[in-house]
């Protein structure tokens, strides 16, 4: 089966043209102008933008938070319709168990014949023993080129110490394994936390107040320290204020590898999210936290300018009369997390393209090249280029709408940004070359996507 897309206008995070792409066997088999040749299928896609399926290397479709556990790989057709064609999901290490263990019941259990886009993993620490530092270097030979430690969340069996970040670091350098890590000071905010309950201090917007950006910048600093001791690249998750932003690029401008993203939310939703009335704050409860505007106007910087790499959803999708609920009567039992991983294409155009805070190459470099290198999953994943898989995106720029949770495939019940404006949608999109979304909706099947391995030294080696 072939297909033939004519007369869009291509994007890629370096270029743009009007062109026409031939899809055949899952694969960009030729890119030109007005490409004589025959296809089964032909598209004219005049008046429309062509972009490489997206990546998204932040997705938690499996978490638990007390007796909470998120809806999981059921909704992962949300990330087709919302332009994502490939995801990078956060596998947790079973206690007591190797990281390729837990990665292959996972697989078994959670993720065979339900993943409906294509999807590679990261491993979560759960259990940092000598074991498991000795297992790091091996992790590329199972395609999982990174690992993620929390320095968060004191008390829970995922949290680490500096100890055990530094022994990964160590461990991580030789093979090109990535070291993610969740920044924030974890001793501060068990603390506040305490203090702010004790207060009688309970509602949702008292989740910010526990957890303020010094929190996270102080973590993010001592991170790069630690990196930096053990002569490693670090990568800071889901980045949400001006100053753990500023410690990532001094140190970058100073030429040590250490490398940020940050997430749709934390671009377009505030403290005021956490300050609705009838427990509805409670939504919007993830960590870090939601900031104020001045934090946003500097990660919309920083994204442009390059400080930080990438635009993550943190997809976990908790859904609030069942979940959420747990924490009416103290935040700190609030499961941290929200749905986003359907809206990250609309947030970025919608509030970046569209208002001129980014370019439409820089969408796409955010969007999915650079996501894809930092996971080692470029050129495969990512661009549109001759021999990579046909993940397309067609793009209506015209198309307008409200985003709801009425349309969304999240399976939760609320969703992050109900009621705002969006500006343009992903009309068709194509994974491998096989239609899978059309007119907007889905109409792909069940179990439909593919693990794709990682391949080690990616992005945060390869600019060392």
Known sequence: MSTLIRNGTVIT???EYVGDILIEDEKIRAIGKNLDVKADNIIDAKGKYIMPGGV?????FDFSFGDATVFGWEGSNAALVGGTTTVVDFVNQKIGWSMKDSVDEYVETKVNGKAMCDYSF????????????EEIPKLPEIGIPSIKLFMAYKGHPYHCDDAAIFKALQASKEAGVTI?????NADVIDVLQKQLVAKGKTEPKYHAVSRPPLVEAEATQRAIYLAMMADAPIFVVHVTCKEAMEVIRDA???GVPAYGETCSHYLVLDTDNLSKPNFEGAKYVCSPALRGEEHREALWEAIKKGWLKCVSSDHCSFSW???????RDNFINIPNGAPGLQDRLAILWTYGVEKDKISRQKLVELFATVP???NGLFPQK???????DADIVIFDPEWKGVISNKTSLHGVDYSSYEGMEQIGRAEKVFLRGNLTVDDGKFTGELGQGQFIPGKPFGLAYQER
């Open 13 to 15: 995070a370096v270029d």
């Open 372 to 374: 894809a290198k930092i």
């Open 382 to 388: 990512g661009t549109i280029a001759v021999g990579s």
């Open 252 to 254: 970058y401008i100073k």
């Open 56 to 60: 998204d290397q932040h997705t938690h």
């Open 180 to 184: 993610m890590v969740h920044a924030e």
């Open 122 to 133: 990261h491993g979560v620490v759960y259990d940092p023993s000598d074991a498991l530092f």
């Open 321 to 327: 009369k069942e979940h959420k609920v747990l924490g």
